[in-house]
């Protein structure tokens, strides 16, 4: 079936630094990458997004690429501050279904 | 707006025990979902809905019923529950505009089988 897999599951940086988190996906008539973000004991929230026809996206702090031919897509903050510690899942839109990563956690430290 | 509603928000149910998670959404979003979040293991689909009185089974869709007799109501059944079923439910619903799709959750049940 349909598989999202996501590296690193645990990242740590210092303050200022970049972090880099990516994902790799199976299905081949996926089309829609959403990035979601969520803080501890809140609910996901979504970030950014990608669809399969454009290769990145920036949206200030925050961008993503992707490389549909590898299936490979990642997102990557700058500037890191201690707001952006949380759990980051990237996902994989085909037809209706969205499979998702098994999450990142990010800790800023200051 | 309220988003996305769920009930309850926490639950403790014995083994063998029936349940209904209700979620509700206010946004007239076609699409909802319902997901179960164990740690280390991200965002699992149970059960999807395309549309009033449509459900669709996804990733981990066993020992779980749905249905979406209105548009704005998705429910989550739990017919005899099991510990293996003790994780948080999160409900969300989306609209696909053809470029985008944004899936807004609910804040979550909490559910513990004994």
């Known amino acids: 079936g349909e598989n999202v897999e996501q590296h690193p599951s645990t990242l740590s940086v210092q303050e200022g630094d970049s972090a880099v988190i990516k994902c790799t996906y199976s299905?081949?008539?996926?089309?829609?990458f959403p990035w979601y973000k969520q803080e501890l004991g809140k609910r996901p929230q979504l970030i950014i997004d990608i669809r399969s026809n454009v290769g990145e996206k920036k949206d200030q702090r925050i961008a993503v690429t992707l490389n549909k031919t590898a299936k490979h897509f990642s997102l990557h903050i700058t500037e890191t501050q201690p707001e952006d510690s949380a759990v980051y899942f990237c996902?994989?839109?085909?037809?209706?279904?969205?499979?998702f990563g098994a999450g990142t956690r990010l800790f800023v430290k200051a | 707006n309220a988003g996305v509603t769920q009930t309850p928000k926490f639950r403790v149910l014995k083994t063998g025990q029936s349940m209904t998670l209700l979620c509700a959404q206010d946004?007239?979003?076609?699409?909802m979902y319902w997901y179960r979040q164990d740690p280390g293991m991200g965002l699992r689909l149970i059960h999807y809905s395309v549309g009033e009185g449509t459900t669709a089974k996804g990733e981990v869709p066993d020992g779980y019923n749905v249905s979406r007799l209105k548009k704005q109501n998705f429910l989550l059944g739990l017919e005899s529950a099991a510990p293996s079923q003790t994780s948080v439910y999160f409900c969300a619903s989306s609209y696909w505009s053809g470029s985008t799709d944004t899936q807004y959750f609910g804040p979550g049940t909490r559910l513990t089988v004994l």
């Open positions: 299905d081949s008539a996926s089309n829609y």
């Open positions: 996902a994989a839109k085909g037809g209706f279904k969205t499979i």
């Open positions: 946004m007239n979003h076609e699409y």
